[in-house]
């Protein structure tokens, strides 16, 4: 119906190219054109404006001999104002970009490292851009982006850097735990030789209590009773002592067996044995 019309439409975001007689006469806009067919007039195509996503993988090696696969993402669009350019002086746009990225690529990526290039994928991307730009202008298009999305190496070799990662982050493990441990140790020591400091202290102050209890006895017993000496109430109280440690020990249920000589021999012996080691602690703390 709009061939019997004369009459054609182009969509938004499109221009169509107009040839009379088979040459090219000018870029129609969209909207609504006049095209006399039975003046040798006709729409050759259609030409979208749009921007455009071409996805290319690439093969190729890093200098030190790992394959890897490249994915690259390129945006393009067509120049309105060269639109007879894009039409007319490619015949398939998307393999002359894949030959161009594929070209720089290759180029570019064989004189890094693999750990290079991860680290350089936006430097790749430029001069991908950089060379596609130049080659792609001439002919009417302009790349508007350049990414490259992903380097993929050899499966063997992804699973060989993970286990280098995980042997490395193991090691540094390895290294925080020994040294938790190490202050572990230090702290555990320090407190143990904290403790034993305080142990030691009371240890001292209680035989200094004790030994002064003792003589306050001594004095007291001797003021009282006339005729007694120091020596007499010292083995009295040392005495005494000795039997409340027996009936002590002899009341723990859980005690183990003690065997101590007993009789007025061994008891004497006890209280010189305990009189002269509280003496020997009396004269050592002074």
Request: hydrophobic content about 40%.
């Amino acid at each position: 119906m709009g061939n019997l019309s004369c009459c054609m439409q182009v969509p938004q975001s499109q221009v169509a190219m107009k040839e009379g007689f088979g040459k090219f006469e000018k870029v129609l806009q969209p909207g609504c054109h006049c095209m006399p067919w039975f003046l040798g007039k006709r729409v050759a195509g259609h030409l979208s404006l749009r921007l455009q996503q071409l996805d290319i993988k690439c093969e190729t090696k890093t200098k030190d001999n790992v394959f890897v696969n490249v994915v690259a993402s390129i945006q393009y669009r067509a120049l309105a104002e060269k639109a007879d350019d894009a039409f007319y002086k490619l015949s398939n746009t998307k393999n002359q970009i894949k030959a161009y990225v594929f070209d720089v690529i290759r180029a570019s990526v064989p004189k890094l490292n693999l750990d290079d290039a991860f680290e350089q994928k936006n430097e790749i991307a430029k001069a991908v851009e950089e060379e596609l730009e130049k080659a792609i202008s001439a002919y009417g298009y302009e790349i508007v982006q350049t990414l490259i999305v992903d380097i993929v190496p050899d499966e063997h070799v992804k699973r060989a850097m993970n286990e280098i990662n995980a042997a490395a982050r193991l090691r540094v493990a390895a290294n925080e735990k020994a040294e938790a441990e190490k202050i572990l140790q230090i702290k555990r020591a320090e407190g143990e030789a904290e403790s034993k400091y305080l142990s030691g202290l009371g240890i001292a102050r209680q035989r200094q209590a004790i030994v002064e209890g003792l003589r306050d006895s001594v004095i007291g017993f001797s003021v009282n009773v006339p005729g007694t000496t120091a020596k007499d109430v010292m083995d009295m109280v040392l005495v005494t002592q000795y039997f409340d440690t027996m009936k002590e020990i002899g009341a723990a249920s859980k005690s183990s067996a003690v065997f101590i000589p007993h009789g007025p021999g061994a008891v004497r012996d006890v209280a010189s044995q305990i009189r002269d080691g509280l003496l020997q602690g009396s004269v050592s703390h002074e």
